[in-house]
Structure formats: C-alpha cells, structure tokens
C-alpha cells in the first residue's frame, strides 16, 4: 500500500503561535493543496496525524476541531485532492497520553487503520515531535522547512535518514520521483 502521514500546522496549512482556532485561521501554505491532489492521482493513501493540545487546553471544542477540518476537505477537494483519515490527539502535554507526538500511538492507530506496516512511509511534519513520532513507529521522518521547520533544522538533532525539503510540494515531488513516478502532473 501506498501511503505517506503529514502532519497538519505547519505542513498543509500556515501555523500559529496561539493555535488553529478557528476555520477562518485555518488557511493553506501555497502549493500543499496540489501536493496532497498528486500523491492521490500517483496511488498513494494521504493521513493526517496532529497534536491539536488547543481541545486539551479548553482554547476551542471538537465542534470547532471537526469545523477546521470540514474547511481543510472542502478546500482539497476543490482542488482535486483527498485525506484518507484525520487523526488527532486532543490531550494537553501534561496529560502523559500515549497518542500525542513525539509519542507513537497516532501512527500505531493509522497502521492498523490502513492494515499496513510503517516501514519507509513517509511521514512529514515541520517539528521534531512529528521525526521523533515517525522514527518510534519505523516509518520514514521527513522535515519541511515551512512552518516550525527552519528552527527544527537549526535545533539539530534530527532522527537519522531524516530527509529535508523546503516544503510539502518539494517532498512530493521527491516521493513521486523516487517511487517512478513524474514528479509533477
């Protein structure tokens, strides 16, 4: 099976020091969108594993989590693009779950959700909870550059075989070239 996880914040959409609260502050890096809809077109399975502490901390409610997303499906599918699954952890840090990166547990549920071993799967995210997460469940660790992404680099300390670009579209492109296909459609 074709698959590849990308984080939310930061990877598909521009990401906020105080949180994706709202639809309206939900708004896509330029160039994710037609990512995602290229990885579909290629075969590949697209899930989502995000921490989303703003539930945990009471700064919004799953009403207005599964809100964001509705906006973040429409707005693929205008652009010829799906998510195959959303998976969330919506506890605080403190709460010591074992489903919130750099912890593997979200990975664990898209495994078993997708029947599929995590090996080389690529997982992208743009901090090091998301390369930490992606190690721990054997999959593939691969840094954007948007988002957290500068300052994870410059931070160091990435997981070994952790794989740079400069952001979701140039991954693609790599995960198509690198699987046969055309890097662009």
């Known amino acids: 099976m074709k698959l590849v996880i990308l984080d939310r914040d930061g990877v598909i959409n521009f990401d906020s020091a105080q949180y994706i609260k709202s639809p309206s502050e939900w708004k896509p890096i330029p160039g994710s969108l037609a990512a ?3 990885l579909n077109r290629a075969g590949y399975h697209v ?3 995000t921490n989303q502490s703003g539930v945990g901390r009471g700064l919004f409610d799953m009403d207005t989590l599964n809100a964001i997303h509705e906006k973040m499906h429409k707005a693929l ?3 010829g693009a ?3 699954a959303i998976f969330y952890c919506p506890h605080a840090a403190d709460d010591k779950c074992d489903c919130r990166k750099p912890k593997a547990g979200m990975h664990k549920r898209i495994a078993a959700c997708f029947n599929t071993d995590l090996t080389g799967v ?3 995210g743009d901090a090091s ?3 930490e997460a992606a190690k721990e469940a054997g ?5 954007v550059l948007t988002g957290k992404g500068e300052k994870t680099r410059e931070e160091g300390a990435l997981p070994p075989d952790t794989l740079i670009f400069a952001d979701l579209a140039a991954a693609v492109d790599h995960i198509l070239a690198a699987s046969g296909q055309a890097p662009k459609s």
Do not use: G, M, S
């Not at 999959?139 to 840094?143: D, I, T, Y």
């Open 122 to 124: 690529p997982c992208i």
């Open 77 to 79: 599918t205008d652009e």
């Open 129 to 131: 909870r998301d390369l």
């Open 139 to 143: 999959a593939l660790p691969v840094l």
């Open 82 to 84: 799906r998510i195959d």
């Open 47 to 49: 899930a989502v594993a």
């Open 36 to 38: 995602i809809a290229r």
